[in-house]
């Protein structure tokens, strides 16, 4: 293909993806106009509609990805380091694989989506991921803390119940007054993590790594501890709210 029927065919792209980001869903080849062109790229895809795409592997590196919505749409191994998702809409969508190193994913919502394998360290994830598949996933450092800046909006906290954190590195993770009820926390690293004040009713943490872990005040009925690691070593064991109906060794 002549190099000017190239351009004209990406300024073509260009002019209805802009259009695009206003009112309707973005598909691949719009994504990737915008993507290519330094000034759309710099504008990014604020508030943009992307769902049911397929997005597997591009780079959104710089991009401006606040309240899009990514619902059911494929974005395995892509690349998001850095980016600002805050308020968006990952509802079904599958990460597996995804790149999110010093992302922002503030007041989000990706209920139901897939994070398998995908690198989310020191990560600012606060919203509601219920139901989402984290097994293999990087979260070390996470900062999934309950946000304490907002208390006239009420108490800003990160939802993960029925989650599926099977394997995941949660080392040194935030997650401080958490929703985290009947979350799979197998044979996951939860060396040094903070789960103070978290509810983890139901929650299974078998072969699971809990070393210097911190649970001072954690709410655990129907918790199973047994055949996990380093419990003699966690912090505010004396403290667990219903303590009598969890399980130990």
Do not use: C, H, W
Not at 203 to 221: Q, S, Y
């Amino acid at each position: 293909m002549a190099a000017s029927k190239r351009l004209v065919m990406a300024a073509a792209a260009l002019v209805m993806a802009g259009a695009a980001v206003a009112d309707d869903n973005l598909d691949r080849t719009a994504v990737e106009a915008i993507l290519a062109d330094a000034q759309q790229r710099q504008n990014g895809l604020y508030d943009a509609e992307v769902a049911g795409a397929d997005l597997a592997g591009l780079d959104f590196l710089g991009v401006d990805l606040r309240s899009i919505n990514v619902s059911n749409s494929d974005l395995t191994n892509a690349d998001l380091a850095g980016v600002n998702l805050d308020l968006g809409r990952m509802i079904g969508a599958d990460l597996g694989g995804a790149r999110f190193a010093g992302a922002s994913m503030f007041s989000v919502v990706a209920k139901d989506a897939r994070f398998v394998n995908a690198s989310l360290p020191k990560v600012r994830l606060i919203g509601d991921l219920s139901g989402t598949d984290f097994s293999g996933a990087d979260l070390s450092g996470l900062r999934g803390g309950a946000d304490m800046k907002n208390q006239s909006m009420g108490l800003m906290n990160a939802v993960f119940n029925g989650a599926e954190m099977v394997a995941a590195d949660l080392s040194g993770a935030d997650l401080s007054r958490a929703y985290l009820k009947f979350v799979d926390f197998t044979n996951a690293n939860l060396a040094g993590a903070d789960l103070s004040r978290a509810d983890l009713a139901g929650a299974e943490f078998r072969g699971a790594d809990l070393t210097d872990a911190d649970l001072t005040g954690a709410i655990v009925p129907r918790t199973d501890f047994r055949g996990a690691r380093g419990m003699d070593t966690v912090k505010g064991l004396d403290t667990l709210k219903e303590r009598d109906r969890a399980y130990f060794d």
